[in-house]
């Protein structure tokens, strides 16, 4: 009697929680409704005085305050959830607050399903339209010609190394990157529902995932043939659709596509991640915890990688990856994608690129961005 009379009493106070809750979240969303008036007259006033296009649009998604909101909110908590959690929370109260200013129309990697629509909700939260594309070119193309305000492609795989198609898709664009997400990729061999097991006679896949879980394949399905197809979405639309296929692919797209698992977490690495860029059209301002990334290129003589690599070194700043590309104007020389902590703002990384631009053939930004928080 005594534990029913506790339940009802701790019941009480969570409806009142939940009450109190919910009006700080309407007073939250006014708040960002009022944020949204003041950036649209700040817009206005610039255009009267000349300043700006007048068919600039106001960018009510701030990326850098986003990164500083939440990271704000994983130092300050104090549990019993933990900080990645309450975040996540906060991640969708942010993103459906931006969607009352105006929700972003996010062009991802599709089809749908793909880890890049999980990289693309993850980042931008449910409050985004997530438009699928078939291609990495047509997701650069769709942000650059104003149809999509970001899109999120794949950039590079802990197991695999980069996604060659997104750095070359850079070398000829004018987007920046707005953002970096991170997401532990799981793998799974999805089927139709009731298909029976002993009748798998194909396993579909984008490459990335067969290379991510040869080992496990080569074990548990060795004389099976292997497809591989332009998505892991796509490999879960046919496993879905033919009668002896199978995919490899993520809870994402078994969720879409209502696939069951014959197996779970089948990668070979137990720490498979991939990292997922958020291309813009518009530079970001500093968060304070930001990256940066640029493409350099530079005369193929002796010494010219550590020439390079000297004024990062000089200037004690810390680079978080470097990777070559052969260069496609110019026979064997190289392209190399350098990413260092820091923000293009800062004095430091001025000073630094100042030095490449002396002694290279090429020098692009290609932005800086805040760090992953979530
Ligand atoms: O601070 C702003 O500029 C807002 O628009 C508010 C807010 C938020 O909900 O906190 C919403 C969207 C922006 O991307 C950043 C933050």
Redesign the pocket.
């Known amino acids: 009697m005594a534990d029913e009379r506790d339940l009802q009493e701790v019941r009480a106070a969570i409806d009142a929680i939940d009450g109190d809750i919910q009006a700080l979240i309407n007073q ?2 006014r ?2 409704q009022r ?2 008036e003041i ?1 649209l007259a700040e817009l206005q006033a610039a255009r009267e005085r000349g300043e700006v296009d007048t068919a600039a649009e106001v960018s ?4 850098e ?2 990164a500083q ?1 939440l990271q704000r909110i994983i130092e300050r908590n104090e549990g019993p959830l933990d900080g990645a959690t309450v975040a996540y929370i906060f991640r969708e ?6 969607a009352l ?1 105006k929700p972003l129309q996010v062009a991802f990697l599709g089809p749908e399903g793909t880890f890049t629509q999980a990289a693309a909700l993850k980042h931008f939260g449910h409050g985004a339209v997530c438009v699928p594309q078939p291609t990495i070119e047509a997701v650069f193309a769709e942000v650059t010609s104003g149809n999509c305000n970001y899109g999120v492609v794949p950039v590079e795989n802990s197991t695999e190394g980069m996604v060659s198609h997104t750095l070359d898709s850079f070398i000829d664009s004018p987007l920046h990157i707005a953002g970096e997400v991170e997401l532990r990729i799981a793998h799974h061999l999805l089927v139709a529902p009731h298909t029976d097991v002993a009748h798998i006679t194909r396993i579909c896949a984008h490459q990335q995932a067969l290379a991510q879980c040869r080992n496990w394949l080569d074990r548990h399905w060795p004389g099976v043939e292997r497809q591989s197809v332009s998505s892991n979405g796509e490999a879960a639309r046919l496993a879905a659709s033919t009668p002896g296929v199978a995919a490899v692919a993520g809870d994402m797209a078994a969720e879409v596509y209502r696939l069951v698992s014959v197996a779970e977490h089948i990668e070979d690495s137990d720490d498979n991640t991939t990292r997922f860029i958020v291309i813009g059209r518009t530079e970001v301002p500093p968060s304070g915890r930001d990256k940066t990334s640029i493409i350099v290129s530079s005369r193929n003589k002796p010494g010219a990688l550590f020439a390079l690599l000297d004024p990062f070194r000089r200037g004690g700043v810390s680079l978080t990856r470097i990777d070559t590309r052969p260069s496609r104007t110019e026979k064997w020389a190289y392209v190399f994608f350098i990413e260092f902590e820091g923000h293009l703002q800062d004095p430091n990384i001025r000073q630094i690129l100042d030095e490449l631009e002396e002694q290279s053939i090429l020098l692009k930004p290609l932005g800086s961005y805040p760090r992953a928080v979530l």
């Open positions: 939250r969303a708040c960002a944020v949204a950036k009510y998604y701030r990326p305050r986003e909101v109260l942010m993103s459906a607050c931006l200013e």
